[in-house]
């Protein structure tokens, strides 16, 4: 055999096995005449287009593939360009019409005149990938806190809706920013050790707001409370940063409020016992000048000391009232509420007061019911209630407030109400606490517990609204608290609401 021979016979089995290593790599490849025809494709290629066998596929125009009808020609501009592309983005179609989102590296064979002779390409299929990422990029869209992606040199990568709707900008104003836009003047610096330091320790994820609150600015310069979990994670051989912001301001407010009427509250029980304390003696004391007052005879001075006593005694008794007005009256602001809307209002500062042991649920009224109510005290109210369910529950469990439609005397026609329940799953009281549940002053709860709003002042503000408040409760099976309020005509203009 001569030496021609034997290069020969290599050529062929070097051919031999190339094309063995074609038609199995685990990767679709093609090949194409100059104008498109196929004319080689090995077996990934015809599974991840559907075709039947290698032999179907041959001799389609591979510009009947593409879904988008522009694709082709674009390929071809950027190929008369360069000779060759890589992740070129398209979407497909298999033999059966089904869509796939496809990547393409293609490039020219050209033949040693230069002259153009196919075109080689290699197609990854990355449906799954594309859905995946859409998935992702639809519940970061859907999110009710900001998100955003910050570059390791402190540039905002990219950010989702609810982030642009914080800060008053729109999303394609953040993109590309320092972070500093979004911080009070100065406090850049000290953020960008802080995210520096964070990635340094190479923690996991890190809440900014555990020992105070983060500020934040909008685009028109107000300032406003956050509160910024980061974490960490590596894009490209590069750290990525990845924000979730949650507004602080409603929370906040809530924070305050409640605990404002949580010291309103101690100081009216302080005021109401010291009132009552002071109308005891004052009873004694009327009692005796009503005696002196009645002498007759002949110590004429001591009825008249009487007298003088007597009228000091209705005095204090007129400042008593007075001091018991305090403790238990309140200036109303009434106004015509849309029920459903009112407790989505409420919902948020709810929740914020609630533990992580509870679920707290609210569940509108299916249909518009609306009420004339002042709208801070029943929110006082409605807070009392969830605090004391949430008490009677320590090792965790749910809390319901549900808006419904109620009838009351159908015997005789009936009068309809706006309900609000307030139901547990806690323990439920024994006969003989739901029997003083409504006393002044009574409670179950320790001393060291701050005081909250009593069912006692709890029902007579819903009776100063014309309503009435209702207990139910069973020992074992939870307690429900029912506030029913008498419904009001719709207003007229549609708005849901309107001063009374």
């Given amino acids: 055999m001569t030496e021609s021979d034997l290069l020969e016979r290599e050529d062929a089995g070097s051919e031999a096995r190339f094309e063995a290593f074609f038609r199995h790599l685990p990767v679709a490849l093609y090949r194409t005449s100059p104008t498109g025809v196929l ?34 020609h674009r390929l071809r501009t950027l190929l008369a360009r360069t000779g060759t592309v890589d992740d070129f983005p398209a979407e497909l179609r298999r033999k059966d019409g089904t869509p796939i989102q496809a990547r393409l590296s293609v490039r020219e064979g050209r033949d040693e005149d230069d002259e153009l002779q ?6 990854v299929d990355v449906t799954a990938q594309v859905e995946a990422e859409e998935r992702l990029r639809t519940l970061v869209e859907a999110a009710p806190d900001g998100i955003l992606t910050l570059s390791d040199d402190h540039k905002i990568d990219s950010v989702n809706r609810r982030t642009a709707e914080l800060f008053g900008y729109g999303e394609e104003e953040l993109t590309g920013c320092p972070l500093e836009l979004l911080l009070p003047p100065g406090t850049g610096p000290h953020h960008r050790e ?67 009427m949580k010291r309103a509250s101690a100081l009216q029980t302080l005021a109401g016992g010291l009132a009552h304390h002071l109308n005891n003696l004052l009873t ?26 007597l009228a000091a005694a209705h005095q204090a008794a007129q ?8 403790a238990g009256a309140r200036v109303h602001r009434r106004e ?14 709810l929740k914020a007061e609630v533990p992580p042991r509870v679920e707290l649920r609210v569940v509108p009224p299916p249909d518009p019911l609306y009420v004339t109510l002042d709208r801070a005290g029943l929110s006082d109210v409605l807070a009392g209630l969830v605090e004391n369910a949430v008490d009677a529950i320590p090792d965790g469990g749910t809390v319901v407030v549900e808006g419904t439609a109620a009838v009351q005397g159908e ?15 806690g323990s439920g009281m024994p006969p003989d606490v739901l029997s003083r549940a409504f ?4 409670t179950t709860k320790e001393l060291r517990q701050a005081p909250g709003l009593g069912l006692a002042a709890a029902r007579g503000f819903i009776t100063q609204l014309g309503g009435t408040l209702e207990l139910e409760s069973q020992e074992g099976e939870g307690t429900t608290v029912r506030i029913l309020l008498p419904l009001s005509e719709p207003p007229d203009d549609g708005s849901g609401t309107a001063p009374s």
């Fill in 336 to 349: 015509l509420v849309e029920l459903g809307e009112w407790l989505r209002e409420v919902e948020e500062g």
């Fill in 439 to 442: 006393e002044p002053f009574y």
């Fill in 284 to 309: 004694v004391v009327k009692g005796e000048a009503e005696i002196l007052h009645q002498m007759q005879g002949e110590h004429p001075e001591v009825r008249e000391g009487g007298q003088a006593i």
């Fill in 39 to 72: 004319v080689d494709v090995n077996r990934k290629f015809v599974d991840v287009l559907g075709f039947a066998s290698r032999e179907e596929a041959l001799g389609r125009d591979v510009r009947d593939l593409y879904r988008r009808p522009n694709d082709p």
């Fill in 194 to 260: 802080h995210v520096d330091a964070f990635s340094e320790a190479d923690q996991g994820t890190r809440t900014m707001a555990e020992r105070r609150p983060v500020r934040g600015v909008r685009k028109d310069g107000t300032e406003f409370p956050l509160e910024v979990t980061i974490s960490r994670t590596i894009r490209s051989g590069r750290p990525l940063f990845i924000a979730f912001i949650r507004d602080l301001s409603r929370r906040l407010a809530w924070e305050e409020r409640i605990a404002s």
């Fill in 411 to 425: 015997e005789d026609g009936g009068r309809r109400y706006a309900s609000i329940t307030v139901t547990d799953t």
């Fill in 118 to 123: 196919h075109y080689d390409g290699a197609l």
């Fill in 319 to 326: 400042i008593t009232h007075q001091i018991l007005s305090f």
